[in-house]
């Protein structure tokens, strides 16, 4: 594996992983909004409650302004991990920095 392609999969994690916090805020920010749905780095809507539609029949009918689905000690729990994830990859980014700092003396 080159050392381009090390460092090109850590940028990679760190803007995943810096993705993944600001989804976190963006739901913590709008806990209190009605009808807001939680969202994952991506951008896609996290369901709430499943509806099932047995032999085709059934439907749902909202009657009211729910509240937002946004579970907070989730959102917390994926920025720690998000934060982790964020400071393995700064240090391959570092190690790496090291390592070719190493070749260079060596050769020199």
């Known amino acids: 594996m080159s050392v381009s392609s090390i460092l090109s ?3 990679s994690g760190l803007a995943s992983s810096s993705a993944k916090v600001a989804a976190s ?3 913590i920010v709008n806990i ?4 807001y749905l939680a969202k994952d780095a991506q951008g896609r809507v996290t369901p709430a409650v499943s509806v099932s539609r047995a032999f085709g029949a059934g439907s749902v009918q909202v009657e ?3 509240p937002s689905n946004v579970n907070v000690a989730k959102e917390f729990i994926d920025m ?3 934060k982790a994830a964020y400071e393995a990859n700064a240090k ?10 190493d070749v260079l003396d060596i050769k020199a």
């Open 25 to 27: 805020a963006q739901n």
């Open 32 to 35: 209190n909004t009605d009808g």
């Open 9 to 11: 999969t850590a940028i």
């Open 92 to 101: 391959v980014i570092r190690t790496t920095e090291d390592m070719q700092k």
């Open 80 to 82: 720690i991990a998000a």
């Open 64 to 66: 009211a302004i729910e």
